[in-house]
């Protein structure tokens, strides 16, 4: 009697911790938050070449030294960043600042230089240079910048923003 109350015992602990070990993953699963980021190949010949890096808004100036307090102003939350390599050619950064809303994120791109920059269709604005791609959509301010120059830079970074620009709207 005694052997068979111990291995119920030892039965019942065991159901027990398998019943909180799920509960736990569960709370792991539902507090994902869905990444903003594009996988590798999720946006045509880009690969992610990096972990997701981001800074509150009290520590942005450990990233964009000289330039935090411009973002400040304007009412931003967090900055994320990751690295990608386009068909390994093409190194780029993206950087996607979450501001307070729309009109911080309108405020910082209006203040971007508009020379040598086009207009594309991309999120709500969009500017392209020859080495980044800037736009915005809703409260998000994108930042694409290619460390390269080629005739084809142009194009993937509109390839990768437009990969973004799906993932901002989920």
């Not at 010949?45 to 411009?70: H, Q």
């Amino acid at each position: 009697m005694i052997r068979t109350h111990t291995i119920l015992r030892g039965i019942m602990r065991i159901a027990v911790c398998v019943a909180l070990l799920g509960d736990v993953g569960c709370k792991r699963e539902s507090q994902t938050k869905i990444t903003t980021f594009p996988a590798s190949n999720e946006a045509l010949g880009w690969m992610k070449t990096s972990d997701i890096r981001s800074f509150e808004a009290a520590d942005l100036w450990k990233y964009v030294d000289g330039e935090a307090e411009r973002y400040l102003k304007a009412g931003i939350q967090s900055t994320s960043t990751a690295d990608y390599r386009f068909q390994n050619k093409l190194e780029a950064v993206v950087d996607i600042y979450t501001m307070q809303n729309t009109e911080g994120a309108t405020k910082i791109l209006e203040s971007e230089p508009a020379g040598g920059a086009k207009s594309v269709q991309l999120g709500d604005s969009a500017r392209l240079y020859s080495q980044s791609l800037v736009f915005r959509k809703g409260p998000y301010l994108v930042r694409i910048v290619a460390y390269e120059e080629s005739s084809e830079v142009q194009q993937a970074l509109l390839e990768l923003g437009r990969g973004i620009e799906q993932r901002l709207g989920k």
